[in-house]
């Protein structure tokens, strides 16, 4: 099955562009570790999710490009088709001349309605290039106006056109230093309305992944273009082919119907975190080797103590001692800064991934009481390696992993809204008081919902 991605604003066509270009040099990449056949069919499978042949016979992108203003779409096609590997379809993407202003309002409220007609004939037009569509994949900031005002609206237009296909949101968590003086308005009224419409969201943090650039990749001068690349390295490692099941024979027909029947048992809780191990610049990894038990220790941990990264993991947070006479509101049995699991996937690429023990993962400690271990966890692999990483593991993870930024971003709204600070950009497009308190009245209910888990 195909996955149409649609990039919107600045950041959402930054990204897109990177992912396409991992997943394009992951597919071009020889692996001795598999045979001709193997290699053949993973590159099969990849193309049919995110590419179309041409006559040309340059892949293309199985994307929507949208942004208010045209240079940044301008710059992305022009890169895509100077790689000589892959392309955009060169009708498929929309601008126009004036951006958003980094007002939610006016991406969701003007120009939304304003140019829905002619971004969703482009969507129409790509899912009907797929002979099976698995659903939509959309990237985009939450603090901006385009990405996240005109993000929310079209998702909720993707929703309402395409009922039964799957919706992936891919949002960009803001730098918690601050970007512009409204994100926190807008994060809110984007994360509430995406939650009605999307059936996941899988979040990263700009925080996390400046990090990892700074701490990881050793990069001294940390561009976007580098933070993107990060992300895009994360995203290839969840949506290249695998194998669905133990000794399976066949690469994931449905990638995105899979992660959702896997991680989002309840329409309340679609948060979902992402965390790749080992990540490392590639000079360093031709001497670097890794044991699959070192790298599930680690990322194991990773998920407990809610680490972003594997440097500075805590090693003192453990699961809650189950089955203990003591009531469930005693320290023993809710250990400080342990990050309880809804669902977890383990993905595996690379060498002897039939012989890794996941069980540590099946811990029923990991997960809230109502849902099987069993049913709660699940493992996806493939021998073949990603990106020049012989062995290299991801989580994507249902967790309470966000509980802390979210519930800063609704403070800081709130705080600003009580005190009626810059209201009056927002009513001028038609967002009301009222609107706002729906959307923190949803995000706290979101927020409580994963706190008792």
């Not at 149409?4 to 990449?29: K, M, P, S, W, Y």
């Not at 002619?118 to 603090?143: H, P, W, Y």
């Not at 990263?204 to 990749?217: G, S, T, W």
Request: negative net charge.
């Amino acid at each position: 099955m195909s996955i149409v991605t649609v990039q919107l604003g600045q950041c959402g066509n930054q990204i897109g562009h990177e992912v396409f270009n991992a997943i394009c040099t992951d597919v071009r990449g020889t692996h001795g570790l598999c045979s001709k056949k193997e290699n053949e069919s993973y590159q099969d499978a990849c193309k049919e999710r995110f590419f179309c042949e041409e006559e040309s016979e340059v892949p293309v992108a199985r994307a929507v490009l949208v942004d208010m203003e045209p240079k940044v779409i301008s710059q992305t096609l022009s890169m895509a088709a100077k790689s000589g590997y892959w392309k955009y379809d060169d009708h498929s993407h929309f601008c126009q001349k004036q951006g958003s202003g980094n007002n939610w309002a006016n991406g969701y409220s003007v120009h939304g309605p304003r140019h829905k007609e002619v971004i969703m004939n482009l969507v129409q037009k790509e899912a009907e290039k797929c002979d099976r569509l698995g659903g939509f994949f959309t990237v985009m900031s939450m603090a901006g106006g385009t990405g996240s005002g005109l993000g929310a609206f079209v998702t909720q237009c993707l929703r309402d056109a395409f009922p039964t296909s799957f919706i992936l949101n891919h949002v960009i968590w803001p730098y918690g230093t601050g970007e512009v003086i409204v994100q926190n308005y807008n994060s809110v009224l984007t994360l509430s309305h995406l939650y009605q419409s999307s059936d996941a969201l899988l979040v990263h943090e700009n925080d996390v992944i400046h990090k990892i650039c700074a701490q990881l990749m050793n990069i001294k001068q940390i561009s976007f273009r580098d933070v993107n690349q990060v992300i895009a390295h994360q995203l290839g490692s969840v949506f290249q082919p695998t194998y669905p099941a133990e000794g399976g024979l066949h690469y994931s027909r449905n990638p995105l119907g899979d992660l959702m029947e896997t991680l989002v048992p309840h329409p309340e809780f679609k948060m979902l975190g992402l965390r790749n191990i080992p990540q490392m610049p590639e000079n360093f990894l031709p001497y670097s080797t890794f044991s699959w038990p070192g790298l599930i220790k680690h990322l194991r941990q990773m998920l407990i103590a809610n680490a972003k990264m594997e440097e500075g993991i805590d090693w003192q947070v453990r699961p809650p001692r189950l089955g203990l006479s003591v009531p469930s509101s005693h320290p023993a049995n809710k250990p400080l800064h342990f990050n309880t699991s809804i669902a977890n996937l383990v993905i595996l690429r690379g060498k002897d991934t039939h012989s890794v023990d996941l069980g540590s993962f099946q811990d029923p400690s990991l997960y809230t009481s109502w849902l099987n271990p069993q049913d709660a966890f699940n493992a996806w692999k493939t021998p073949r390696a990603f990106n020049k990483y012989e062995k290299s593991a991801s989580l994507v993870s249902n967790s309470q992993f966000l509980l802390k930024p979210l519930d800063s971003v609704v403070g800081k709204a709130w705080n600003m809204f009580a005190s009626k600070a810059y209201i009056h950009q927002y009513t001028k497009f038609g967002i009301e008081e009222e609107d706002f308190l729906d959307s923190f009245t949803a995000l706290e209910q979101v927020i409580s919902s994963y706190t008792n888990l």
